[in-house]
């Protein structure tokens, strides 16, 4: 991701999430050293993004997200690919996650990826409020 993305990023997270990450969360984000992201356009729309920070070789995944119209098509997949080697490059060796206890969809993309659930942060999430899935990939 380049810094000019930043717009469309935040602009896409408030198209799919609830309580989004605001552009000034995003810039704050971009900024801190051990952090990437990891865009996907199509043409000029932005179709998917994800983050990871390295927190001490822990790789903290944020901000999963696919634009409506582009879901079901392995983008996801693909995305999380180059996330977990970006990861790989600012040196976390295990990685992390958490996900709204009914998001389905993305709890099979995790597991098929080899992410196991290992505990539960009861209603952390909020509109609605809801559970989330802790899960971790280890080496």
Known sequence: MAEADIPKVAQLEKEIFPDPWSEKVYRETFALTGVEYIV???????????????????????????????????????????????GRRIGASEFTLEVRKSNLPAIKLYENIGFVCEGVRPLYYRHPDEDALIYWLRS
Not at 44 to 54: E, F, K, M, Y
Not at 58 to 75: A, D, F, P, Q, S
């Open 40 to 86: 996907a356009f199509d043409g000029d729309t932005l179709a998917g993004a994800a983050g990871v920070r390295n927190i001490v070789g822990t790789g903290e995944i944020t901000n999963v997200m696919v634009k409506e119209g582009y879901r079901n098509r392995g983008l996801a997949g693909q995305i999380m690919k180059e996330l977990l080697a970006a």
